[in-house]
């Protein structure tokens, strides 16, 4: 089985090459992001708090991902899986590693999504998203056939609330802050491998088949 975390900033792309990967090889694809906006979606007891942090771009309390995240982990035992999202701080990983010690498991590799900030705002500028199955375009990249109507479902297609260019920033800063020394760390345990995310998402899915090749070796 084949664990592996998706580390970058935002709009570097993670969502959409764990959603392939997950429709081509099968993995469980685990989102932090979009576990805490079903949250709110449902207005489950938590959507009030959560959503207070998701449209400020800020990090949602530990406590509150891990309630979230925690039975999707302890459940994929057996998947090859890849945790988009999850863990973005220190403390986070320290949750993750005490998961992993309940199912005597582990996590086999790190893929950090290597783009430009430019390249990601630009990204994340023009993204659609649908708000039924989740697929996600681009207007320029990957626009849908349909102006704004979703290819797979034909829902109409929205604008997360945390795509404005303010919040854009913020979630930029928070990453630089709280999540970039992942990086380092990962990288110290030998877990990291480096994905240039720049090119076609086609080219990046071909780079980061190489890299799961090496991983799971
Ligand atoms: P989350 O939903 O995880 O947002 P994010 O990490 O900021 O990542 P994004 O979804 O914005 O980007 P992505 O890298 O997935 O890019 P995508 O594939 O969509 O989290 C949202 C919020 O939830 C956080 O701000 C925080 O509040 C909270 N949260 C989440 N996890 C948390 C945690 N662990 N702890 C606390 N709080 C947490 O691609 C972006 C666009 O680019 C798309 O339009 C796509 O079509 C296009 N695109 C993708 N690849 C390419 C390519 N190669 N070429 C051209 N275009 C491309």
Redo the contacts with the bound molecule.
Sequence with gaps: MVKIIFL??????????AKKLSEEQGFWHI????L??EEVFKKTSLAEKINE??KK????P?EI?VLVIKNKILASAAANFVL??????LS?EKALEKMFRAINSQIDGVVY?QVSEDEAVA??S???NCPKCGA???AV??PPQKDKICDVCGSELFVRE??QPVTIKN?YE??QKQTKPLVEYFSKKKLLSVLT?????E??YQNLSGILNKISR
């Excluded at 900033?9 to 090459?17: C, E, I, N, Q, V």
């Excluded at 995310?197 to 998402?201: R, Y």
Aim: hydrophobic share 30%; no cysteine; net charge positive.
């Design positions: 970058g900033p935002p709009g570097s792309g993670k969502g959409t090459l989102s932090a992001g979009d805490l906006r942090y998701l771009g800020a990090l949602v530990d991902v988009d999202g999850f863990p973005r701080s986070q999504f990204r994340l023009g993204r659609l996600v375009y681009h990249n990957k945390d795509d979630r928070v990453y995310a720049t090119g076609t998402i080219q990046v």
